[in-house]
């Protein structure tokens, strides 16, 4: 079986955030290497005619609360305590995910997920305003100017667009998702499956 991981990754969901820290150590247990594919999950609801959660179960008495509950549980699990819900989620991530490509064509595209995420989901910010980015990517160490240039690129933009058709194509309908080989998995709670395939 493929010790490779192609991950779906979009900074928009929390399930990301949470997924992605627990990869690092399932990456050390498998030897694995994970491949991370920058899409826009806006765009993958789009194509999918799917919905996120919070409207998808609107009115849906207890089923949100449920939810909240797994993530709660899946936090203490992993201890993953430096999570914190962004005040002003939604956060439209259509920038900072054109930044991720950015980054992958300028081979840093993982250190650039590591930091992006810190200000999306520990030290949350607004991170849909373009000042705001600025500021983070700065305070981070980034290259905050040319970042901003390149997310008007428009190779960059065609290729988050080009990622997220094949995402749709590949059968992926929301984030994170996750191949090994041709198996896909679909959220942070089936991260177990991904290892146990990894394992075989």
Known sequence: ????????????????????????SIKERTGAEVNYIP??????FKGTNNKPPMEQFFGVKNKNEYQNIEM???????DL?????????PVISLQIIRGA???????????????????MWEEPKKMD???????AFEESGLDAN????QMQDPDVKAKLIANTEAAVERGVFGIPTFFVGD????????????????ND
């Open 101 to 119: 490509i950015a980054a992958e064509n300028d081979g840093y595209l993982e250190d650039y997920i590591d930091k992006v995420l810190v200000h």
């Open 129 to 135: 305003d373009p000042e705001v980015i600025h500021s």
């Open 72 to 78: 709660q549980r899946f936090i203490e699990r992993h």
């Open 1 to 24: 079986m493929s010790k490779k991981v192609d991950f779906y990754f979009d900074f928009a969901s929390p399930n990301a955030y949470l997924s992605h820290k627990v990869m690092q």
């Open 81 to 89: 305590h430096s999570f914190k819900m962004n005040p002003h989620f």
């Open 183 to 198: 198996e896909m998995f679909f959220g942070k709670d089936k991260l177990w499956e991904v290892e146990e395939l990894l």
């Open 146 to 149: 040319k970042l901003m240039e």
């Open 39 to 44: 899409v826009l999950l806006g765009g993958i």
